[in-house]
Structure formats: structure tokens, C-alpha cells
């Protein structure tokens, strides 16, 4: 975490996000689910971020079937 450069496909999404949304489903009026909410703009308070379900959709197949615990890590930005 923090080592590399790495790029990313995302949403830039118009609205609030907010401190405990990171993880969150990103949802289409539709119902269907675009991405991961990731982040919110340091600039711009109705500004948030959404990695897109191709960027995601293998991490969470993977996950789907594991049952092994992990570290969740330390943040280090």
C-alpha cells in the first residue's frame, strides 16, 4: 500500500461523501450497483469518488468465495 503508482478507472461521482462510506455501494436509480465508493473530494464537498465495477468485479468474486481473515493493514497516507 503506498509503494507504487497506480492508475485506476473511476466514477466522479455529484454528491457528499462522507467519513464511514468508503467501502459502499455505489448505486444507479436503476438499482443495479457501478461501483465502490472510495473517496471524497479535499476541494469540493458535493465531490466524491467510485471505483467502476470493472475495477472491482474480480476482488469481489474472490472474496465471495473466501473464508480466510486478513489484515486490514495500516493506512499510510
Known sequence: ?????????VYELRSQV???????P????NGRVAG???AASTTDSGR???L???EVVDEVNA???SSEQVSTGRCTR
Not at 1 to 9: A, C, K, L, P, S
Not at 26 to 29: C, G, H, Q
Open 1 to 9: 500500500y503506498g509503494r507504487n503508482d497506480v492508475t485506476r478507472e
Open 18 to 24: 462522507t467519513q464511514g462510506e468508503s467501502g459502499g
Open 26 to 29: 455505489f448505486v444507479l436509480p
Open 36 to 38: 465502490v465508493v472510495f
Open 48 to 50: 466524491g469518488f467510485a
Open 52 to 54: 467502476t465495477g470493472a
Open 63 to 65: 472474496g465471495i468465495s
